[in-house]
């Protein structure tokens, strides 16, 4: 990862990275109210963040990252079968990109 994460930037990329996680969908899901009343297909979902801390142990979490220590952040992906997305270190590529070309002050 580019630069070293400050609390700061951690915090940030943990409240972006949520936005990302709150936006899957899922067409495929049924959907039954009270008394088994069909209410359509599809589903909005958050998608689990994946978090490997200093002891090398996993953990999903579906809220927003904002308590884990930056290195342990810094380790962030969603899970797809046997592909990851590392989300946090694209998302801070992002935010390096918009300071180098966009005059971005963080």
Same mark, same amino acid.
Request: with cysteine; glycine share 10%; charged share 25%.
């Given at each position: 990862?580019? *630069? *070293?994460?400050? #609390? #700061?930037?951690? *915090?940030?990329?943990?409240?972006?990275?949520?936005?990302?996680g709150n936006n899957c969908y899922n067409g495929s899901i049924q %959907?039954?109210? !009270?008394?088994?009343?069909? &209410?359509?297909?599809?589903? =909005?979902?958050?998608? !689990?963040?994946?978090?490997? =801390?200093?002891?090398?142990? *996993?953990?999903?979490?579906?809220? !927003?990252?904002?308590? &884990?220590? !930056? &290195?342990a952040l810094s380790t962030g992906y969603y899970s797809f079968g046997a %592909?990851?997305?590392?989300?946090?270190?694209?998302? %801070?590529?992002?935010?390096?990109?918009?300071?180098? %070309?966009?005059?971005? #002050?963080?």
């Amino acid at each position: 990862m580019g *630069k *070293k994460l400050t #609390k #700061k930037r951690a *915090k940030l990329l943990a409240q972006l990275e949520h936005i990302v996680g709150n936006n899957c969908y899922n067409g495929s899901i049924q %959907n039954y109210g !009270p008394g088994g009343s069909f &209410e359509g297909a599809g589903r =909005d979902f958050r998608y !689990p963040l994946t978090v490997v =801390d200093a002891e090398g142990a *996993k953990r999903k979490t579906w809220s !927003p990252a904002i308590d &884990e220590t !930056p &290195e342990a952040l810094s380790t962030g992906y969603y899970s797809f079968g046997a %592909n990851r997305l590392q989300i946090i270190q694209a998302l %801070n590529e992002v935010l390096e990109y918009l300071e180098t %070309n966009s005059d971005l #002050k963080l």
